[in-house]
């Protein structure tokens, strides 16, 4: 396999732009296809059957698209990714779990953990912190408004902090420490959780994948080392909309930003996607 070949990254929507961030900023010369599946989402709500299609989906475009690795920037595709029924010329990584850093920060092993229902429902970020310390006791909180309103632009409103209040309201109240943000559009919402949930240490895993990755690559002799790399943004609607939502948490200059209604790509993946 190529070294020159892109990083995959794919998720719901803009949310995995934390992901692509710390790719972006751990590993510049490398090139990345980005897809956030902006016309569907959120998947949090969505059935088993249908995220799978979806992911299905996806996964096909990026083996045209001759990825080298691809990474499952949400949690809840990331939980169900053993469930795939086809396999890929690539390697598939998941988001970290944060539990590690999790455990290193909480002092009084209590810890939250901010999901959707579908990562919520599947119990692994409660059974490996269990596993790993029995003392903690975890509190896991299920947010189901969050990544609607992120990908609407409500990163700093008076309806994200209605909503942050009502979730994180309980983890204050259960005096945890350590809050795991298990996902990745929640990390664009650090300002309202830290506001409400006062001293607790916030854990983003997006830097804990982005080092899987590099790694991986690196034990794979597959890391591009020279010259500056391509970011080309996909998403399936609502191009402008993403493009303002990545200029608040990000630099964009360099970044391709391209509409890519996935429907249409599989009827003409070369016209949708030349």
Same mark, same amino acid.
């Given at each position: ?16 732009? $934390? ?9 510049? $010369? *490398?090139?990345? @296809? /980005? !897809? ?6 959120? /998947?949090?709500?969505?059935? *088993? ?15 045209? =698209? ?20 086809? $396999?890929?010329?690539? *390697? ?23 999901? $959707? ?23 896991? @909180?299920?947010?189901?408004?969050? %990544? ?14 209605? %909503? ?9 109240? %259960? ?10 559009? /929640? ?18 895993? %997006?830097?804990?994948?982005? @080092?899987?990755?590099? =790694? ?13 790399? /391509?970011?080309?943004?996909? !998403? ?12 608040? @948490? ?6 391709? !930003? ?17």
């Amino acid at each position: 396999m190529d070294s020159n070949l892109p990083i995959g990254v794919f998720d719901s929507g803009v949310g995995g732009l $934390t992901v692509f961030r710390q790719l972006r900023n751990m590993l510049p $010369t *490398e090139n990345i @296809i /980005y !897809f956030g599946d902006s016309k569907r989402n959120p /998947y949090g709500p969505r059935s *088993e059957a249908e995220i799978l299609q979806y992911v299905d989906e996806i996964l096909s475009f990026m083996q045209d =698209n001759h990825v080298k690795v691809a990474v499952s920037a949400c949690n809840t595709i990331t939980v169900l990714l053993e469930k795939l029924e086809h $396999t890929y010329p690539f *390697e598939i990584v998941g988001m970290g779990r944060g539990v590690l850093s999790a455990l290193g920060m909480t002092k009084n092993n209590r810890i939250g953990v901010l999901a $959707t229902e579908t990562t919520i429902r599947s119990g692994k970020h409660v059974s490996e912190v269990v596993t790993r310390n029995p003392e903690v006791k975890v509190f896991p @909180i299920a947010c189901p408004k969050f %990544a609607s309103l992120v990908e609407n632009e409500h990163l700093d409103d008076e309806a994200i902090e209605t %909503a942050a209040i009502d979730y994180i309201s309980p983890l204050k109240d %259960a005096k945890v420490d350590a809050v795991i943000l298990a996902c990745t559009h /929640y990390p664009m919402l650090t300002p309202v959780i830290s506001k409400i949930i006062g001293q607790a240490y916030l854990v983003d895993p %997006a830097e804990e994948t982005a @080092i899987t990755v590099k =790694n991986l690559l690196e034990k794979a002799g597959l890391l591009r080392t020279n010259g500056q790399g /391509y970011s080309r943004l996909c !998403f399936s609607a609502n191009v402008d909309k993403v493009r303002r939502i990545a200029n608040k @948490i990000m630099d964009i200059t360099n970044c391709e !930003f391209e509409l890519l209604d996935m429907a249409s790509y599989k009827e003409h993946p070369a016209k949708v996607y030349a």
